[in-house]
């Protein structure tokens, strides 16, 4: 495992397109999702797309409770509810925002093993998810936050 260098510019084109879908899990893949886990979990964050490490791949890793969740293609397939907190973003140090979110998600993807998961989620978790799958689709925090804050060290 290897820790990556997180992209933080949000003209960045890999952060600004929409990312391929994954057609093969294998060897390479697995690497970069527990490179990313390990990224991850260095830099603090709650979650990480392939896109904000320079891959334009449809992968996601989330911090949960227990464990860090790997998603290959993950969609959304329901939300419902309405929720609204602050975001920040590992690839906008600094910036925070108030975003709109669905209080409850449903994601189908497929697991590192490449067998199909489905994750219900809710709340911080479903806000998440929500975050992170919007990366894989070229957008950032800051397209969807209706406030945004700046903060300078």
Do not use: W
Request: aromatic residues 2%; proline residues 4%.
């Amino acid at each position: 495992m290897a820790l990556r260098e997180i992209i933080k510019n949000q003209a960045s084109e890999v952060l600004r397109k929409k990312a391929g879908d994954v057609n093969k899990i294998d060897v390479k893949i697995s690497a970069l999702l527990e490179d990313m886990s390990e990224t991850l979990l260095n830099a603090g964050g709650d979650g990480l797309a392939a896109p904000q490490v320079g891959v334009s791949l449809r992968l996601v890793v989330i911090k949960s409770d227990m464990s860090i969740i790997k998603l290959v293609n993950p969609v959304i397939v329901k939300a419902a509810g309405e929720q609204i907190s602050p975001e920040g973003c590992l690839s906008l140090p600094g910036v925070y925002g108030k975003v709109r979110r669905p209080e409850f998600v449903l994601i189908q993807a497929l697991g590192q093993n490449g067998k199909p998961v489905e994750i219900k989620a809710k709340n911080r978790l479903a806000a998440a998810l929500a975050h992170e799958i919007d990366h894989l689709d070229g957008i950032l925090l800051i397209d969807k936050a209706f406030q945004v804050v700046t903060y300078r060290r």
